[in-house]
């Protein structure tokens, strides 16, 4: 007892506690942290990255920089990860035509096998969300309870979290200084998950710590499911709120009403 009491009071037992604290603490966080599924790309072939590199410099170099390190048109494209190349060329968006408050979805200029090339290029100048697996872009499909519950907790998940800018049935909407949400329909599963996971033009980024791969999952299977709802209602009238709603509403009422004034003011003469 008088040796470990000795051991216990010797200058260098603090640092020592502290370390095994660290180690300790650091081997823990390391085994129960939740795994990012985006965050290290599957290692593309040499090939793949090299014509990648030459499409680069060919298509992007002008405003990003040979290097892709950015230059004063463009942003720094080390650490964006695949999935954002993925997402902004493989829905026209990049290249970009010219100067813009925002990029628009335009007409995809290169094919499938190009923009794996570009991603795979871009992936290897630094870690970042990778492009996600088929299992979670695959869309839970209506018709069982555990389904239906899914799909419900994505519509959920979706009017917390996105509602306030696309709108509650992803129709889109304005956002400031010229900027704006785009509208969700028609837009594929894999880019709806990447815009999650890279945050293009206004949006925040949602990493797995925020939503789970399953979560993301579930928000696309319930716009893919608000996108093949039959409407019940009639005219949708874009699906963009009382706005829509109650300028139609005024316009045709206004001309229904002053068209059954005149026809009365005729009538009684």
């Known amino acids: 007892m008088n040796a470990l009491a000795a051991r216990r009071r010797h200058p260098a037992a603090i640092a020592v506690l502290l370390l095994l604290g660290l180690l300790v603490t650091g081997g ?4 129960l942290a939740p795994k990012d599924a985006n965050a290290a790309a599957p290692t593309a072939a040499a090939d793949d990255v090299a014509q990648g590199k030459d499409l680069f410099i060919a298509n992007c170099a ?3 920089g040979v290097a892709a390190q950015g230059t004063k048109s463009g ?5 964006v990860g695949a999935a954002s190349v993925d997402f902004q060329v493989g829905t026209g968006r990049m290249p970009l035509a010219g100067p813009n408050v925002q990029a628009p979805q335009n007409k995809v200029k290169f094919d499938d096998a190009q923009i794996s090339a570009l991603a795979a290029y871009v992936a290897s100048l630094g ?11 695959t869309v839970i499909e209506p018709g069982t309870p555990e389904n239906n519950k899914a799909i419900a907790e994505g519509g959920q998940i979706f009017r917390v979290n996105c509602a306030m800018c696309h709108n509650f049935a992803g129709a889109g909407g304005a ?6 949400a785009p509208a969700l329909e028609g837009t594929t599963p894999k ?4 815009a999650m996971v890279t945050g293009p033009q206004s949006m925040p980024v949602f990493n797995d710590m925020n939503l789970t791969p399953e979560a993301k999952q579930k928000v696309i299977s319930y716009l893919k499911a608000q996108e093949n709802e039959t409407n019940v209602g009639g005219l949708t009238l874009g699906n963009l709120g009382p706005v829509s709603e109650g300028l139609f509403a005024w316009v045709f009422a206004l001309g229904i009403l002053i068209g059954c004034a005149v026809w009365l003011g005729k009538k009684a003469a």
Do not use: D, M, N, Q
Not at 175 to 180: E, F, I
């Open 62 to 64: 002008t405003c990003h």
């Open 127 to 137: 870690p970042g969300p990778a492009i996600p697996e088929e299992k979670y872009t």
């Open 175 to 180: 956002l400031t200084r010229g900027k704006y």
């Open 28 to 31: 823990a966080y390391s085994f």
């Open 191 to 194: 880019h709806i998950y990447e």
């Open 75 to 79: 942003p720094s494209l080390v650490g």
